[in-house]
């Protein structure tokens, strides 16, 4: 009775461990084009720029799947193709959470470093779609067909900037 039980198990880790659902990571498809631009509404083009993806089952359950990519260059700017991206936590044909995002390498080397530099990155919406890997052959991963176009987060002026501009004004204005 105990091989039977091990064996049970063992098979169904195997499944489970099997059961990963599969996304091709990049912006643009046959039915959808979302391009990235920078803060003054410019493509991101090359390895300045960084795209990772956020992948889960639930808005409250996703992380960083895969490996992040660099922009594409010349007539590609504004597109990433990071392949196709194998997500654990999501089996095969079930509905996923995505979320897209991206920085500027001269910000910070990861997203975290640059969102905390306040300027350079960016996340798209989050949105929900079917992964691919269903079946035997395993189908075609699936487009991230929910993805919208986004752009990179403009820098605030400082608070203190402002003051002092308006100070300026306020003495020119005064000595006409």
């Known amino acids: 009775m105990k091989k039977v ?34 803060a003054a509404g410019a493509n991101l083009s090359g390895n300045r720029y960084m795209v990772e993806l956020l992948a889960g089952t639930s808005q409250g359950s996703m992380a960083a799947v895969g490996s992040p990519a660099p922009f594409l260059t010349g007539g590609g700017a504004g597109f990433f193709n990071g392949g196709v991206i194998t997500i654990a936590s999501v089996a095969p044909g079930a509905v996923g959470t995505f979320q897209v ?31 691919g890997g269903v079946g035997t052959p395993a189908s075609s991963p699936t487009s991230l067909t929910g993805l919208t176009p986004f752009s990179l987060v403009v820098p605030e002026p400082s608070t203190y900037a ?12 005064r000595r006409k």
């Open 5 to 38: 039980a091990v064996l049970a198990m063992s098979l169904l880790a195997a499944v489970v461990s099997y059961g990963q659902g599969t996304v091709n990571f990049a912006n643009a498809g046959a039915t959808f084009s979302s391009p990235v631009k920078d």
């Open 101 to 131: 995002r991206a920085w500027d390498t001269t910000r910070g080397a990861t997203y975290a470093a640059a969102a905390a530099s306040g300027q350079g990155y960016g996340l798209s919406n989050v949105f929900t779609g079917p992964t």
């Open 162 to 173: 402002l003051l002092a501009l308006g100070s300026a004004a306020m003495f020119f204005r």
